[in-house]
């Protein structure tokens, strides 16, 4: 098994910029191939792929629209994934979420990705 537990969200001003991490854990994790990503969703509509990355870190993935305030980095020796967004927006308010699927390939689907954390809460205040 895989534990994902994700950290760093909170409330925001607009135009502000954020650092979520994730951290994993598990046996599974640490010895395949595991690409993980961050998502995020608003009450009522579907979960929205942000930002993946390999476990290497050597590919990585941006949605197109965020992609010149958003970045993803993955740490390998601590196990963890983090997701830097500046100039936040107010419509950017979500939970945050982190995911991690065994492959190599960073997909966008999130029905492809196998473990999922608990999520954190972003606020962003116009």
């Known amino acids: 098994q895989v534990q994902l537990v994700e950290s760093g969200g909170g409330f925001v001003q607009a135009g502000d910029s954020l650092r979520l991490a994730c951290t994993a854990s598990?046996?599974?994790?640490?010895?395949?191939?595991?690409?993980m990503a961050w998502f995020r969703q608003v009450p009522g509509k579907e979960r929205e792929f942000v930002a993946g990355v390999s476990k290497s870190g050597s590919v990585s993935r941006v949605e197109d629209f965020l992609r010149d305030r958003v970045t993803i980095t993955r740490d390998g020796n601590k196990n963890a994934v983090y997701l830097q967004m500046y100039s936040l927006k107010f419509e950017e308010s979500a939970v945050y979420y982190c995911a991690a699927r065994q492959g190599v390939s960073v997909v966008m689907n999130s029905i492809l990705y196998d473990y999922w954390g608990q999520g954190t809460q972003v606020t962003v205040s116009s």
């Open positions: 598990g046996r599974i994790f640490s010895d395949d191939d595991m690409a």
